[in-house]
């Protein structure tokens, strides 16, 4: 097996993503009743698996007594107010995402979110050349009552994830982008669950 050096190593498993991802996108274009399953299938998945590890574990499920219960009540009411940037749109999606899958058409929160998003350069060689980056990404978001205009809940989420500086900068920027999109994913996964505690605990106190 020939000798890669880190940098072309980490160009390769970036082009091996994105043929996988390519080739994914190729296979449904043309398909939408293939694209709409693949979003619906999306929907879905992330309360069943909470649900699923919950219950793996001893634990009281978030989402106990289905679609009729306070936790997925409170999260069907929920609406995602606009959020600033390409990050903002990632996560604004990733939200719609999760909460329209146990939607009820009402609202009667409105979820503000701001992000902020970095990218840092560090692993300096003797010339002073980036060899590293690290791509951080944070959100302060509020849960409001529309009626009363109430802040009912208030907390962050934070989440980041390391990049490697290649020869090539399209690759370099590609890798970016992945590493964008998987943290707008987290900071939603994030987000979610602590709407999800909170709707628990307001449940409990009644």
Not at 48 to 64: D, F, N, R, T, V
Request: net charge neutral.
């Amino acid at each position: 097996m020939p000798f890669r050096s880190p940098a072309q190593a980490g160009a390769i498993s970036i082009r091996l993503r994105q043929t996988t991802a390519w080739e994914m996108d190729s296979h449904l274009r043309g398909k939408p009743e293939l694209v709409y399953r693949s979003v619906q299938m999306k929907r879905i998945a992330f309360p069943l698996a909470l649900l699923a590890s919950l219950s793996a574990c001893g634990m009281k499920p978030l989402y106990s007594n289905g679609t009729q219960g306070a936790v997925s009540t409170t999260l069907g009411d929920v609406a995602v107010a606009p959020i600033q940037g390409r990050a903002g749109w990632l996560v604004k999606n990733a939200l719609d995402d999760k909460l329209d899958a146990i939607g009820n058409g009402d609202q009667r929160f409105r979820l503000q979110v701001v992000l902020d998003d970095k990218i840092t350069g560090f692993g300096l060689l003797a010339n002073d050349q980036v060899t590293r980056e690290r791509r951080t990404l944070r959100a302060r978001y509020q849960l409001v009552d529309i009626a009363s205009g109430e802040t009912v809940l208030d907390a962050t989420a934070a989440s980041d994830a390391g990049i490697d500086i290649v020869s090539s900068e399209y690759a370099t920027i590609a890798a970016e982008n992945r590493a964008l999109e998987n943290l707008s994913l987290e900071i939603a996964d994030q987000i979610v669950t602590r709407l999800s505690l909170f709707a628990r605990e307001v449940s409990a106190a009644q």
